[in-house]
């Protein structure tokens, strides 16, 4: 399997001294995924827990809605220049009676900053959404979702060595963890961490909490939307999009979630003050 992370030589400067040595990186490489030997999409990703990831992406477009839909998934043959299997291509074979998505409507390229720049329209991208999160009654107390982006964090050991990975992580409504996933791309790590729940048979994700080491875009409500999840928390900033979004699938939304302090943008009957 392709590594996490990897060394540069580099020159360090501080003040008036300057140095040579290595420096961590986080990999960025690309990930395709065929659906019955079709190719369908291109992302640039941070190698590890691919098939999450599939699983995930999958499920955001709306292609499947359980584990059962996907009959098998497998790294196809894709060499590098020493004959190497790059483990860059992924084949997924959906299960008899699921409707393979269209290569010609649906194929785009997705770098590891946006997960949805291919996408034809903007109603494209707002699917009816099977695991509307609306009816999920689940309280979180302020206290715990609080402590939640530190516990993310504490986690992220990829970010340790090179501070250029996004993080998201699935939690029970007391703090529970129960998936995390990094990744370069903020859509990409959040796809890992809902193809995992794909994958353990969990969606929708009744009762959760997801949540994201950046902002919360468009694409990452939309996911979470369509795995059912009722709260999503963001360390920074939503978009005006990702709140209209929230609000229109009854998603409590949270942004600025620092210390003790949050502001909660939509769905603020789920949040318990203490």
Known sequence: MGR??????????????????PDSLAVEEPLEIRVGGVALTVTMR??????????????AEGVIRH?????????????DDDGVNTYNVV??????????????????LMSSACGVCGKTSLDDV??????????????????????????????????????GLHAAGLFGPDG?????????????????VLGWAVRENLVPLRETVLI??????????????????????????????????????????VGFLRGNAMNVYTGADRIKID
Request: net charge neutral; aromatic share 4%; glycine share 6%.
């Open 91 to 108: 084949d997924v074979a959906l299960a008899p009676g699921v409707t393979p998505p269209s290569a010609t409507d649906r194929s785009f």
């Open 67 to 79: 584990r059962d839909e996907i009959a098998a998934l497998r790294y196809c043959d894709g060499k």
């Open 126 to 163: 707002r699917t009816r959404n099977v695991h509307r999160p609306a009816d999920d009654a689940v309280i979180v107390a302020a206290s715990a979702l609080s402590d939640m982006p530190d516990t993310l964090r504490a986690r992220q050991r990829a970010f340790d060595t090179t501070g």
């Open 212 to 253: 994201v080491s950046g902002r919360a875009s468009f694409e990452l409500v939309q996911k979470s939307v369509t795995a059912g999840v009722p709260v999503l928390g963001a360390v920074s900033a939503p978009s005006s999009l990702a709140v209209d979004v929230a609000a229109d699938n009854g998603t409590t939304l």
């Open 46 to 59: 941070t190698p590890g827990a691919d098939f999450d990831l599939v699983h995930g992406f999958l499920l």
């Open 176 to 192: 529970t963890v129960f998936a995390v996933r990094e990744d370069v791309g903020r859509h990409n790590a959040v796809d890992k």
């Open 4 to 21: 996490v992370t990897t060394r540069r030589p580099i020159v360090r400067v501080t003040g008036d001294q300057s140095s040579r040595r």
